[in-house]
């Protein structure tokens, strides 16, 4: 019998091992239908569909998805994806006056929705650099990139966070201009499941995190990847290159519980949470390796 999938991912680079593992039939070998949905408003928006049940399985920014988990998604991290910090490029309309971070208070952010990735980074980039945020006023959801390019054109937003490689391209063909970076200081994607496909289905979880592991393996010591990467998402040969030489996947099912307790001090640090939860409520158990 035939186990259908439906896995929520920003069309993007990183989630390039899932394609290549779905075009090789790496799935239908073990009788999976992998149902891939692009959800280009990113973490927040595959939040949400994780909430209403429209997906399995996410692959989702580490911070907006603790943060959504503390506030009642039912579903857990089940790994992270990629250990490596995520590189949010800070961007400006190419003609904005605005060319530094000190330059950036009392500007209004351009984010894909509330707790999403580009939403909670705002947060610790003001921290990082000892700028002040207002929730109510300082925020202008677009829904994703191409609404960020609109809100800056017409200037009812004028800051912008996104992948830097992604949103490159925009500063290379003049309509952006970057002023500064912001890293995670966590590993950037989790795999996130449903509580309900945890409960009904872990066997088939094991199964697609084992291929999914094994393809991105294979991807990062396959030495035509840079070339593929470059091509497939039209990004300049040297900024995959850059990107990929960074690039560190998990290709593990463990998470461990002190690393796991930093970032959630850190997002306490940063305000994204409150207070440090459980890991056995945002985790699930059988992918917790004690410390």
């Known amino acids: 019998m035939i186990k259908t999938v439906r896995v929520g991912g ?35 928006a595959m939040c949400k569909m994780l909430r209403d049940g429209e997906i399995d399985i996410a692959i989702a920014l580490t911070e907006g998805v603790i943060a959504d988990i503390t506030q009642g998604n039912p579903s857990k991290i089940v790994q992270f994806y990629v250990n490596s910090p995520l590189r ?4 400006v309309n190419a003609k904005s006056k605005i060319n530094s ?24 980039n003001a921290a990082n650099n000892s700028l002040t945020i207002n929730d109510e006023t300082d925020f202008e959801i ?6 960020a390019r609109k809100a800056l054109a017409e200037n009812t937003a004028q800051l912008f966070m996104w992948e830097k490689f992604t949103t490159k391209p ?7 201009k970057m002023i500064g970076e912001c890293k995670t200081p966590w590993p950037c994607f989790a795999v996130v499941a449903t509580n309900d496909f945890i409960n009904s289905q872990p066997v088939t979880l094991d199964e697609v995190l084992e291929i999914v592991n094994e393809s991105c393996h294979d ?6 990847a840079v070339d593929l990467i470059a091509w497939r998402y039209q990004i300049k040969l040297a900024d995959a290159m850059k990107w990929f030489g960074e690039l560190e996947y998990a290709a593990k099912a463990e998470i461990n519980e002190e690393e796991m307790n930093e970032i959630f001090s850190k997002l306490v640090q940063f305000k ?20």
């Not at 925009?170 to 952006?176: I, K, P, R």
């Open 10 to 44: 920003v069309p993007e680079h990183f989630n390039l091992a899932w394609h290549l593992a779905i075009e090789k039939g790496k799935f239908a070998e073990k009788g999976i239908l992998i149902e891939w949905i692009d959800v280009p408003g990113g973490t927040g």
């Open 88 to 91: 949010w490029g800070i961007f």
């Open 101 to 124: 971070i000190a330059e950036m208070q009392g500007n209004k952010y351009a984010i894909s929705r509330y707790k999403s990735g580009s939403h909670l980074m705002a947060y610790v």
């Open 142 to 147: 677009i829904g994703n990139l191409a609404g």
């Open 170 to 176: 925009f500063v290379d063909n003049g309509e952006f």
């Open 219 to 224: 991807l990062k010591f396959n030495d035509e």
């Open 272 to 291: 994204i949470l409150k207070t440090v939860p459980n890991i056995f409520d945002i985790c699930y158990n059988k992918s917790v390796e004690l410390a």
